[in-house]
């Protein structure tokens, strides 16, 4: 009889954990701490799934997690956060109002032109000349992304992986599990139009657990201008690393 108890308590924490590994959908209020109002497209990315969310004019969302799963959340104008999913959430499922602060100095929008052209077609010509790097597509966005000869690049993360001090071999040997979320963005819509939207990095770093001066290095090793390191958007940041990250792994074997 004893083994019998014994037993059971063993299935019953067996279906606890099992039970735990299942993704639930929660529901939650995304509103501005001191107004209480709520906050419309804000977006809510699960950064363990890679799964997103957005919200919608009563500032609600619902996205899939697991107990101690993070999710980022961020709002233009606003300074982003990371919520840990706690074991009431999972239990209750029912709605968790998450309270974000306006940052205190908010910038103006301002233009920035790229070159300042004289409408003189022979001097323009020479200050519009391009580097040695050519476009290519980012799958559902109708504008290019620079990237740089293949032999170049191939170069330089061969040299990242002959040298274990290199930023790139650092980073990726250290953070393979991290980096294995880059073939998870282009499964979420969400995620890829959030991605698209920004340009702080803020985002990128929260999925690979990087610092932006990792990504600035990164994309160095791999030959990536100043240019575009400094102007892309965060999913053509988040392309250039996955492509980057795939060289390294196939001369790394």
């Known amino acids: ?23 639930v ?5 995304v509103v501005d701490e001191f107004s209480q109002l709520p906050i419309n497209n804000a977006n809510v990315i699960n950064l363990n799934s890679v799964k997103g969310s957005v919200t919608n004019e009563l500032g609600k969302f619902e996205i899939e997690a697991q107990v101690n799963d993070t999710l980022h959340i961020s709002f233009v104008g606003y300074q982003s956060i990371k919520v840990r999913v706690p074991a009431d959430w999972i239990k209750v499922k029912d709605d968790f109002k998450i309270k974000i ?12 032109h790229k070159y300042q052209l004289t409408g003189v077609l022979e001097v323009d010509s020479k200050l519009i000349q391009l580097e040695e790097n050519y476009r290519l597509n980012i799958t559902g966005l109708n504008y290019g992304y620079e ?16 040298n274990p001090a290199d930023a790139l ?34 985002m990128v ?9 990792d ?7 791999c030959e990536y201008s100043k240019t575009f ?14 492509s980057c990250y795939e060289d390294y792994r196939f001369l790394s074997k």
């Open 147 to 162: 990237a740089n000869d293949g032999s170049k690049l191939a170069n330089s993360v061969l040299g990242g992986y002959a």
């Open 205 to 213: 770093c929260a999925l690979l657990n990087i610092t932006k001066k």
């Open 1 to 23: 009889m004893r083994y019998f108890v014994v037993f059971l308590l063993m299935l019953v924490q067996f279906n606890k954990l099992y039970a735990q590994e299942e993704p």
């Open 215 to 221: 990504i600035t290095d990164i994309l160095q090793k």
């Open 229 to 242: 390191i400094d102007t892309a958007t965060d999913l053509q940041i988040m392309d250039a690393i996955k």
């Open 25 to 29: 959908l929660l529901k939650g209020t």
């Open 101 to 112: 602060i306006e940052k205190a100095n908010a910038l103006d929008e301002i233009i920035i």
């Open 169 to 202: 071999f650092n980073t990726f040997s250290k953070k393979g599990k991290e980096m294995k979320k880059l073939r998870k963005v282009k499964d979420d819509e969400n995620v890829r139009n959030s991605l698209a939207t920004k340009y702080d990095r803020e």
